[in-house]
């Protein structure tokens, strides 16, 4: 199994992993504290590889180093917190 590196582009609010030509993103907005998260898509030709899930875990630790409230505006982002972080007290919908 091969290893993405996720890139933080903070200047352009997002995260992506590139392969070749292609770009898997989530991007985000930060206000007052909170980090909206409004997009995630993955490349028809890199489903599959978990790079979403990467995306997303990258994200929520950033936000979490960071200390800023999530809200989940995508709905990859929602289910992937419902399933991994069902507890937390930094998300907020």
């Known amino acids: 199994m091969e290893t993405y590196q996720v890139t933080h582009l903070a200047n352009k609010s997002r995260f992506e992993i590139r392969i070749g030509t292609l770009v898997a993103k989530l991007e985000y907005q930060i206000t007052n504290g909170n980090m909206t998260i409004h997009h995630t898509f993955v490349p028809t030709e890199l489903r599959g590889q978990k790079l979403a899930e990467k995306l997303a875990a990258a994200a929520l630790e ?5 200390r800023l409230k999530v809200v989940p505006q995508c709905s990859y982002i929602e289910a992937y ?6 507890q937390s007290g930094q998300i907020i919908s």
């Open 62 to 66: 950033f936000a979490r180093q960071s």
């Open 81 to 86: 917190i419902r399933r991994n972080h069902p």
